[in-house]
């Protein structure tokens, strides 16, 4: 696992700063510039969510079955309860701000989610 994810992190980094090169240039010339604190926000929890993710199902391969699902469950229910707490931040601060950092959070997910599959895909 540790090797897909090194191997992965390169071209996700470069996907995600070619992606954001495009969002900083349309924020720029809508003059919504402050809406890049909420995408980096955004992209900061993807990133969190998938390090807790790897983290837990590395650890979680050393324990027995049952260890495991306890293990990955209490996981997902703290990255949720992350995901909710930072969302709920940024709704405090603007309606654009919340949709920034949806939107970072959904791109990193979804980047890492198709590095993934296409790892998957050539094993």
């Known amino acids: 696992m540790r090797e897909i994810f090194l191997t992965k992190a390169r071209p996700l980094a470069k996907y995600l700063i070619a992606g954001t090169v495009l969002i900083v240039v349309n924020l720029w010339a809508a003059g919504k510039l402050e809406l890049l604190a909420g995408l980096l926000a ?28 306890q293990h990955v469950v209490i996981g997902a ?37 198709v590095m993934l599959i296409l790892s998957a895909r050539q094993m």
Do not use: N, P
């Not at 955004?42 to 699902?69: E, N, P």
């Not at 405090?92 to 791109?107: K, P, R």
């Open 42 to 69: 955004g992209y900061g929890l993807g990133m969190v969510w998938y390090g807790v993710m790897f983290g837990r199902l590395w650890r979680s391969g050393d324990m027995t079955i049952a260890q495991a699902k």
């Open 77 to 113: 229910i703290l990255r949720l309860m992350l995901m909710a707490v930072v969302f709920w931040a940024a709704i405090q601060v603007s309606f654009g701000q919340f949709l920034a950092t949806v939107t970072g959070f959904g791109i990193v997910y979804m980047l890492g989610m």
